[in-house]
């Protein structure tokens, strides 16, 4: 049974961060157990997920989850945005809100720390050829 789509395709935030991660070399999205998946030959950053408090499923809509290099991933826990994916967390995966409340808009992101993260991730997931393309290149998302 396929899972239901757990994203709106308008949302701004996702759009943003669609513009941001299809940026990289060879990037790609496809929709994977119901949220928007980033992709090369792996995937290096999902939108929306969930974490399980106090025996209750919590959904976080507005997120995104990358892989970092373990000290890199110690460092952003601390912050109080992030957290650990339900499902990805035991494969090193972090989550990092991009809003706070139900308030928050496109403009009160720091895209340019969600670009380092894509970055970040996309490196550790897209091999040697693609990240000398990026290397090559410009960081998208920044101005």
């Known amino acids: 049974m396929a899972h239901p789509q ?3 395709d308008e949302d701004p935030f996702l759009a943003r ?6 940026a990289l ?11 928007p998946a980033f992709f090369t030959k792996k995937v290096f950053a999902y939108y929306g997920a969930s974490v399980k408090v106090d025996g209750e499923w919590v959904r976080h809509e507005r997120c995104v989850s990358v892989l970092l290099d373990p000290g890199e991933r110690e460092a952003m826990l601390a912050d109080e945005r992030t957290f650990v994916p339900a499902y990805l967390g035991p494969s090193d995966w972090i989550s990092v809100d991009l809003v706070h409340d139900d308030n928050g808009t496109v403009d009160d992101v720091d895209w340019d720390e969600i670009a380092e993260l894509l970055d970040a991730s ?11 393309a990026l290397d090559a290149g410009r960081l998208p998302g920044r101005g």
């Open 6 to 8: 757990m994203f709106d």
């Open 17 to 22: 961060l669609r513009e941001i991660a299809l």
């Open 25 to 35: 070399p060879d990037a790609d999205m496809k929709v994977s157990h119901g949220v």
């Open 122 to 132: 996309y490196r550790m997931t897209a091999g040697p050829r693609r990240v000398a």
